[in-house]
């Protein structure tokens, strides 16, 4: 049996993997899908305060106060910055590392300056803290008229707070894959971030690199492809 834990996106929510969820479960295996605070199911919980350290911090604690070992950290999308930070914390808990689609941080960058934007654009006093996403492209209507709803506005703070990770993810003894979603998603937003992620998995004998012929939505437009791809982790 194989522990699990995936971290959702950006404007996201735990929901976002309920297909793939089950179907690790039904094949014998523990799944934690944290939903990180001020989003999803814990949008309640949004203030200018939130921001990646808090995610971070939903993430380790899951962890920690799961007692979890040998896990597989799937970080999708903006998830990526955050299993990314989480590591630094929880790396000897990590048998292997999964991102999905996902920013490729080092030690100090930020979502907006992967995007190539700066903090005087979104993070200026008098602005706006909280973000709306794009709209996204559901192959399912039924998963639209499911997930639409459901997507939640996020506090920029998770997009300008700098990424704590002093060791590079290479350094880490876990494994390490990256999963690139190959199909055309004009409104991801952090494409030409995830074609460098890509690159530099592609190019690194550290990284796994595997392509999905899907759009940026993997865990809902593909859920029996990331579960079978997941399965053969364990």
Not at 181 to 194: K, L, M, R, S
């Amino acid at each position: 049996m194989a522990t699990f834990v995936l971290v959702h996106g950006a404007w996201g929510g735990a929901h976002g993997f309920r297909h793939v969820r089950r179907a690790l479960r039904e094949a014998g295996h523990e799944v934690f899908t944290p939903s990180l605070t001020g989003i999803g199911e814990r949008v309640h919980l949004a203030s200018p305060q939130v921001g990646l350290t808090t995610h971070v911090t939903d993430v380790v604690n899951t962890v920690l106060y799961e007692d979890l070992t040998e896990v597989v950290l799937l970080g999708f999308s903006y998830g990526g910055m955050v299993v990314s930070g989480a590591v630094d914390h929880i790396g000897d808990r990590v048998a292997a590392l999964v991102l999905l689609d996902a920013f490729l941080p080092a030690d100090g960058d930020t979502v907006h300056g992967l995007l190539g934007r700066t903090v005087a654009d979104t993070a200026a006093p008098g602005r706006p803290w909280l973000v709306d996403g794009p709209v996204r492209a559901y192959d399912d209507p039924a998963e639209a008229a499911f997930s639409v709803p459901r997507r939640t506005p996020q506090p920029v703070r998770c997009f300008t707070e700098p990424v704590q990770l002093p060791r590079p993810l290479e350094d880490f003894p876990f494994s390490r894959t990256y999963v690139r979603a190959t199909e055309p998603d004009p409104e991801a937003i952090g494409n030409a971030a995830f074609d460098a992620a890509a690159v530099r998995a592609r190019t690194s004998p550290a990284w796994r690199y595997i392509e999905l012929a899907t759009t940026h939505l993997v865990a809902q437009n593909r859920p029996a492809d990331l579960a079978r791809l997941l399965l053969e982790l364990t």
